[in-house]
């Protein structure tokens, strides 16, 4: 076996593959490598089964990429094929072949191969075959990234409310149920991907700062006076710079920094207006109002879905986003209640949702 183009160790999501090419035909091998050597890859060149095993066992997570003919001595391609799977299950194979039968595709597929090429091919046919797996690759590969961020992301979301839960009983369910509603009304408002998970945890920490507010302050039963009001009013800053500090999104923490923010300027702490106020905030400064609207409070009973619709149409264009209100009321109230009955927390009051 002969390794060419040997380059530094490429990163888990580097553009270079490293690819085992797998035939006993060494023009064949060497037409491959030629064509491979246009695009910036580590190729490795094996012309038996035995060569093609000894080198997977030896380094089975090596290879990025095998391709491989079917006919080989010692051992056939769709043999090679499992063996390599099993020592290594993130491998790619492209299975190569000039028998003409239906059957050895088929056969191909059913040893795990990603994609199949008929010889005689033209060396294009094999690159935009290549491509087309290391971009399927990457694109897996960035998906079980992204997912395993989500999770430390989750993780660290759920201490930090857990830790405002212990603080602030009476703000309990609230996170919850504002989490549930976000994620209904993003959609309809029709955020991207990356807007909605942004928003999920923005949602869900949107008062986190109050962790640093003291407790004379949080929990003080009457009207804050003038001082007392410039400290609450820190919590939204509070919060972004924790959300920040965990390496949660930053959009998340745009949105924990402006959920106060309102659509006429008269919000805090910036007094952002209109568009200046990120997307996800706008979206969830109307749940966080309908939340509150329709929970009890000390001083009030938790009103109908009917008279928290009236105050959010009320106060759109003044503290809410005129579109994000008109999405809020296209959706179906039993929606509303449906969220609202899975989060622990007292339902709307009776014959709120005709
Ligand atoms: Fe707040
Ligand atoms: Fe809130």
């Not at 006993?24 to 038996?48: F, N, R, Y």
Request: net charge negative; glycine share 4%.
């Amino acid at each position: 076996m002969n390794s060419n183009s040997l380059h530094s160790k490429p990163s888990p999501h580097d553009a270079r593959s490293r690819i085992l090419i797998v035939d006993d035909d060494p023009h064949v091998l060497k037409v491959v490598a030629l064509a491979l050597a246009q695009k910036d890859c580590e190729c490795t060149k094996a012309s038996s089964a035995l060569q093609a095993l000894t080198v997977l066992r030896n380094a089975p997570k090596s290879f990025d990429l095998m391709i491989i003919d079917v006919r080989l001595p010692g051992m056939n391609g769709f043999d090679i094929t499992r063996r390599a799977l099993e020592l290594n299950p993130d491998l790619t194979v492209l299975t190569m072949s000039a028998l003409t039968e239906l059957q050895t595709p088929v056969e191909a597929i059913r040893a795990g191969t990603a994609d199949y090429l008929q010889k005689p091919f033209q060396p294009s046919d094999l690159l935009a075959c290549v491509d087309r797996l290391v971009s399927k690759r990457h694109a897996a590969f960035e998906r079980k990234r992204t997912e395993a961020q989500i999770d430390n992301w989750d993780s660290a979301a759920r201490a930090l409310s857990l830790s405002l839960n212990a603080r602030d009983k009476e703000t309990e369910g609230h996170a919850e149920r504002v989490l549930g509603y976000s994620i209904r009304l993003g959609r309809e408002v029709g955020l991207s991907n990356d807007q909605m998970i942004a928003l999920e945890f923005g949602a869900r920490l949107h008062d986190v700062g109050k962790i640093a507010v003291p407790d004379n302050v949080l929990k003080k039963p009457g009207d804050l006076n003038d001082e007392e009001w410039l400290i609450m009013e820190k919590h939204p800053t509070m919060g972004q710079q924790m959300v920040l500090s965990m390496n949660l999104p930053a959009d998340a923490a745009t949105i924990v920094a402006q959920h106060h923010e309102r659509w006429d300027g008269s919000g805090y702490p910036l007094k952002l207006r209109g568009e200046q106020i990120h997307i996800g905030a706008r979206v969830f400064s109307v749940v966080d109002a309908f939340d509150a609207i329709t929970s009890d409070r000390c001083y009030r009973r938790a009103q109908t879905y009917e008279a928290a619709l009236d105050e959010l149409r009320k106060y759109a264009g003044i503290q809410f986003d005129p579109n994000v209100v008109k999405a809020f009321a296209s959706v179906d109230p039993a929606v509303w209640l449906e969220i609202r009955s899975r989060c622990p927390a007292d339902a709307f009051p009776e014959a709120s949702v005709a």
